[in-house]
């Protein structure tokens, strides 16, 4: 399985978070599925660090590549192709970070690792 992780997912993992469920890490450690994160959960984060909504112990710019690495968590740039997506998209979801993850998942045929019940309307697929 090819999976799109959201934000909140690759954070717990990073943290190594009890708000993580056990049936999400088998999913994550799982040999066979291949793990992605996209550029705009870097910059989502890198927001909520300068904002101080979100507090970490080193340089984020250190942290997540190394992270990325260390799980083999693919990179996924932002193309033309899901900016365009992500801007069409109805807006049953307000955080335009998440409107891009459900283009890139719709757009990358993967499947978005996450919690939020709110891509339901988006008709992507979700595992959690």
Known sequence: MRLLLDTCAFLW?????????????????EP???????????WEIAIKVKLGKLTVST???RII???MQRNSIEP???????????????????DPFDRMLVAQADLEHLTLLTP??????????TRW
Do not use: C, Q, W
């Open 76 to 94: 996924l740039p932002i193309t033309h192709a899901h900016a365009l997506r992500a801007g069409s998209l109805p807006l049953h979801h307000s």
């Open 13 to 29: 993992m990073l943290d190594d978070s009890p708000a993580l469920p056990p049936r999400a890490r088998t999913l994550m450690s």
């Open 116 to 125: 939020d019940r709110g891509f339901a309307p988006y008709g992507v697929k």
């Open 59 to 61: 340089d984020i710019a």
């Open 32 to 42: 066979a599925n291949e793990l992605f994160l996209s550029a705009v959960s870097a």
């Open 65 to 67: 590549p190394k992270h």
